[in-house]
Structure formats: structure tokens, C-alpha cells
Nanobody, 125 residues
């Protein structure tokens, strides 16, 4: 069965760095794109970064541009999110997602049929 499993969340002080990883398995075909979303308590879900497995092009939310980097390892079927210069407002549950239908920027959550369980990122001031 299809699975997306995130790892790497945790707590860090402002200005620090964290790396997230998402391992995918069970897909009959390669997803058209992979993405990271986040949701903080009381806030709407936000698309953070997007990567296309074929070609590797990427897109980022303005709030993270220049600080976060999405990458992939196709041999290991993983998508990673390197987060640098973290701010308290980056605190959220981070979710990995895969779309086999539509991919575009800005992205919509309902394009993504497959989601991981989420990993918590907490940034203290």
C-alpha cells in the first residue's frame, strides 16, 4: 500500500536548523510532484515547498524562500526539506504529500491524494 513516512522533526532555537525526510513506498507510478505542507494550531494549512521528481524543479512559499531547501533522492525514494534560519513562526506540524494528478504553483492541498502522518517542528525564541 502507498505510504509516506516523515522523520526528522524536533525542537530548535530560533536561528537553528532542522532537516525533514519523507520516504515513499507502494506507488505503482512515480508521483508527478512531492510537496511539504505545514499547519500551525489555529491556522490554515500552508504549502511550503514543491519538487517535481522528473527534472527536479522546485517552488517555495515566500515565507520560506532562501531559508528552506527541498530536495530528492530518487534512488532512495525520499524527499527532504532542509530548514535553516528557523523562526518561531515556522512552528507547525509538517506534512509530506504526493500528487499523481495535478501539480502547479501555488499548490492546493486537494491536489494531493497521499499524505504522511506529520512531524512536529517547534522553534523557540
Amino acid at each position: 500500500r502507498v505510504q509516506l513516512v516523515e522523520s526528522g522533526g524536533g525542537s530548535v532555537q530560533a536561528g537553528g536548523s532542522l532537516g525533514l525526510s519523507c520516504a515513499r513506498s507502494g506507488f505503482a507510478i512515480r508521483p508527478d510532484c512531492m510537496a511539504w505542507f505545514r499547519q500551525a494550531p489555529g491556522k490554515e494549512r500552508e504549502g511550503v515547498a514543491l519538487i517535481y521528481p522528473v527534472g527536479g524543479s522546485t517552488d517555495y512559499a515566500d515565507s520560506v524562500k532562501g531559508r528552506f531547501t527541498i530536495s530528492q533522492d530518487n534512488a532512495k525514494n525520499t524527499v527532504n526539506l532542509q530548514m535553516n534560519s528557523l523562526k518561531p513562526e515556522d512552528t507547525a506540524m509538517y506534512y509530506c504529500a504526493a500528487s499523481t494528478r495535478v501539480c502547479a504553483w501555488p499548490m492546493r492541498g486537494d491536489w494531493f491524494s497521499y499524505w504522511g502522518q506529520g512531524t512536529q517542528v517547534t522553534v523557540s525564541s
